[in-house]
């Protein structure tokens, strides 16, 4: 299983809190930066879609654009 970090703003912490996570260290800006066990690359995508723009990935730097290549995937389907 591998983990991911990711930066998560305050309008998906309920979305990402029913998950169980590793570390959780709270940002200034009122973010969150939680360290989050990963059973596949197509489950952490499919919670950055719901999630919207309030996820970033930190880490694993291969993640990064999971969020946009999971949409770009989502919408050639439907085209």
Same mark, same amino acid.
């Given at each position: 299983?591998?983990? *991911?970090?990711?930066?998560? @703003?305050?309008?998906?912490?309920? !979305?990402?809190?029913?998950?169980?996570? =590793?570390?959780?260290? %709270?940002?200034?800006?009122?973010?969150?930066?939680?360290?989050? *066990?990963?059973?596949?690359? @197509?489950?952490?995508?499919?919670? !950055?879609?719901?999630?919207?723009?309030? =996820?970033?990935?930190? %880490?694993?730097?291969?993640?990064?654009?999971?969020?946009?290549?999971?949409?770009?995937?989502?919408?050639?389907?439907?085209?």
């Amino acid at each position: 299983m591998q983990t *991911a970090t990711l930066q998560v @703003r305050p309008s998906a912490l309920r !979305l990402v809190e029913t998950y169980p996570y =590793i570390s959780r260290e %709270s940002q200034p800006d009122g973010s969150v930066v939680i360290e989050l *066990a990963v059973g596949s690359q @197509r489950w952490l995508g499919r919670l !950055l879609l719901r999630a919207g723009d309030a =996820i970033d990935v930190l %880490s694993p730097t291969e993640w990064v654009d999971l969020g946009k290549q999971t949409a770009q995937a989502v919408l050639k389907r439907y085209n």
